[in-house]
């Protein structure tokens, strides 16, 4: 599946964006769907993910009650809605899809080895 992130951007600490992951391709609805992010230094880390069938999500810790992830499987796109955004969200924002039909689960989701399929990256810069 090929993957292109959109809605990055430059905010104000406690704004909100929304990041769109479009998917091209068949396995996107039987496809666990993921976003990281890697700020400038720093490892690439896990934001957050969804199942296929969006039954399951899963949050780092450091974003939890602050982003939601969804899904659109008529669209074929998934989204990370990004609230009380803060400094520390600065990054390049990277949607990852995994093969399709491959089990994910919470000890899984959130290793980069996990997912086949990349996105090229969209930036989020939040200024204090």
């Known amino acids: 599946v090929q993957l292109q992130a959109s809605g990055g951007g430059s905010v104000q600490a406690g704004d909100s964006l929304r990041l769109s992951c479009a998917a091209s391709g068949r396995t996107f609805s039987s496809s666990t769907m993921g976003w990281f992010r890697q700020a400038p230094g720093k490892e690439r880390e896990f934001v957050s993910a969804?199942?296929?069938?969006?039954?399951?999500?899963y949050y780092a810790d450091s974003v939890k009650g602050r982003f939601t992830i969804t899904r659109d499987h008529a669209k074929n796109t998934v989204y990370l809605r990004m609230n009380s955004l803060e400094p520390e969200d600065t990054a390049v924002y990277y949607c990852a899809a995994t093969t399709a039909g491959r089990l994910v689960g919470s000890t899984t989701v959130g290793s980069i080895w996990t997912y086949a399929d990349w996105g090229q990256g969209t930036q989020v810069t939040v200024s204090s």
């Open positions: 969804i199942s296929w069938s969006a039954s399951s999500t």
